[in-house]
């Protein structure tokens, strides 16, 4: 793989269109260097937008950005979790090596260090307004991962994991401050647990709306919902900064769950629908809103014509929790992902969030060019690696060596050979390990197991491996995966025991390293945790 990138751009890029019209349409001046605006979506599955193939309602937003917008029909995130996928985005570095490899190590929530080069802190160099709104994860305000000591000149939202599972959060912060929402003390949010997780305790959940599908759980007149302070909030940055070049990543916790929702808009007569089905559709719907919001205020400011906009997932299909197959022979010994019986969001792959298969890492991806008025559609594969080297080129920063990924304005552009054949993408959780490479899918799910491969292209379900009839793909897929896996002192590495684990905790502990958990909404333990 390239790992140097010459971005001094000598003219800035056109897009490669439909029309003539549309590439000289596109054409930026060097000397004014675009706004970027990056709407990061929080879980959203691949099939949860109406441009995408949801049929249940409509995204209308998003669907016009996207039909403006050059699509990547083969796009994927860093990693099929939160953290790994941010820290990796942030870092232009692959989990294999990145900054964070899991959502936990043996400390707990690890923070970015603060030798991370981010692409925030690159665009800082280069005269960029930086700012972050929406949730964070990757440190808190003590430690090194604090926005504003990672190339952020502004953060409002969530800094922690657990705290951005809720929709109406006690606290949230601004630039460190802490920002109290006293009126949203009703909320149970143990109760939405409980809800997701089939227990909901004779619960009448239908009730926490009215008739007309409005959430009446909540007083929406008083109590503070968390997308309305976002949306206002990245309206603000774009006012504030409008007469400069500003990058503002809008990561929104939408549609993450637990599920709760203000409106069931489209879906509030669909009590057909299973309520967690009606209430993540209708999260997706308030994302849109999101979305059309952030358009308008780009343009009643006079920036939308020059600003960059990307739109992209953090991991791939998460509605619900994996399960074995039919005695977990059919599928290989793998878990399942069922895709949600009434959205059929999941798309059409295999695995879903937390899994090293295709379903953890494909996303919906566009990049809408400035003054793009046509579609425009890549079948290359890129992942969002690719953006810390093209965020580079747009900024016109200096050589950046070592990055994971590639520039994507060549490819923009119409150069169709700009990322080598032969560059891959690798990916790992725990024990599991992929790559994608050209047409090829290669994955292991331990070390000692064997490893398979698929051409992915025309196998999306993996149901033929290959790995037998093409031993030479197979052994440098092998080399790969043991060359670009470098050891940490506090993650589980692929091979790793819980025996090792347990004593990676151990050493965290006895050497007063671990971190603290901050959870929403004031609640002791996750429904998954356990006291220790």
């Not at 996928?85 to 964070?100: E, M």
């Not at 700012?131 to 800094?159: I, M």
């Not at 990245?234 to 503002?248: M, Q, R, V, W």
């Not at 298969?357 to 046509?374: A, D, S, V, W, Y």
Request: charged share 25%; proline share 5%.
């Amino acid at each position: 793989m390239i790992k140097e990138y010459f971005l001094v751009l000598t003219t800035f890029f056109t897009i490669g269109g439909f029309s003539q019209t549309s590439i000289q349409n596109s054409k930026i001046e060097k000397n004014n260097k675009p706004n970027i605006v990056f709407i990061f979506s929080d879980d959203l599955s691949f099939r949860d937008v109406s441009a995408y193939g949801q049929k249940n309602y409509k995204t209308p937003n998003i669907d016009k950005l996207c039909l403006t917008s050059t699509r990547f029909t083969q796009a994927y995130a860093a990693a099929p979790e939160c953290a790994p996928s941010r820290g990796s985005l942030l870092s232009g570095l692959h989990v294999g090596h990145g900054p964070i490899r899991l959502n936990s190590s043996a400390r707990g929530f690890e923070f970015l260090p603060a030798d991370t080069y981010t692409l925030a802190k690159m665009l800082q160099e280069t005269g960029y307004k930086t700012g972050v709104v929406g949730k964070w994860g990757l440190g808190y305000s003590t430690d090194a991962g604090d926005p504003l000591k990672q190339g952020f000149d502004y953060h409002f939202g969530f800094l922690t994991h657990y705290e951005a599972h809720s929709y109406f959060p006690l606290v949230l912060y601004e630039n460190n401050k802490e920002i109290h929402y006293p009126q949203n003390k009703g909320m149970d949010i143990q109760t939405l647990y409980d809800k997701e997780r089939g227990n909901p305790n004779h619960i009448d959940f239908e009730r926490y709306y009215d008739e007309n599908g409005k959430l009446v759980y909540m007083d929406l007149s008083k109590a503070a919902y968390a997308p309305n302070l976002f949306d206002s909030k990245a309206a603000e940055f774009i006012h504030k900064n409008k007469k400069d070049s500003f990058f503002l990543w809008f990561t929104t916790n939408l549609p993450h769950g637990p599920t709760i929702v203000d409106d069931f808009r489209q879906l509030k007569d669909r009590k057909d629908m299973d309520i967690v089905s009606r209430e993540w559709g209708a999260m997706v719907q308030r994302l849109d809103i999101s979305v059309g919001k952030l358009i308008d205020k780009l343009k009643e400011e006079g920036v939308y014509d020059n600003t960059i906009i990307i739109f992209a997932s953090d991991n791939g299909y998460s509605m619900h929790n994996p399960t074995k197959g039919k005695e977990n022979v059919e599928h290989n010994g793998r878990p399942v992902w069922e895709d949600d019986l009434y959205l059929q969001n999941k798309g059409t792959f295999t695995g879903g969030k937390f899994s090293g298969l295709e379903g953890g890492m494909r996303i919906p991806f566009f990049i809408h060019l400035p003054k793009q008025n046509t579609p425009n559609v890549i079948s290359e594969p890129v992942w969002l690696v690719d953006l810390f080297p093209t965020f580079a080129s747009v900024s016109n920063s200096k050589l950046i060596t070592g990055l994971d990924g590639y520039n994507l304005m060549p490819l923009l552009n119409g150069d169709k050979n700009a990322i080598p054949t032969d560059r891959f993408m690798y990916f790992t959780r725990k024990d599991e390990q992929a790559i994608r490479q050209g047409p090829w899918f290669a994955y292991r799910s331990h070390p000692n197991k064997e490893l398979e491969l698929y051409l992915i292209e025309e196998d999306q379900l993996i149901n033929t491996n290959l790995a037998a009839q093409y031993p030479q793909i197979s052994s440098t897929m092998k080399t790969i995966m043991e060359r670009e896996q470098v050891p940490s002192e506090w993650y589980w590495n692929p091979g790793d025991t819980q025996n090792i684990f347990n004593q990676k905790v151990k050493k965290a502990k006895e050497s007063g390293q671990l971190i603290k958990n901050y959870r929403p909404n004031n609640i002791k333990l996750m429904p998954w945790e356990t006291e220790k």
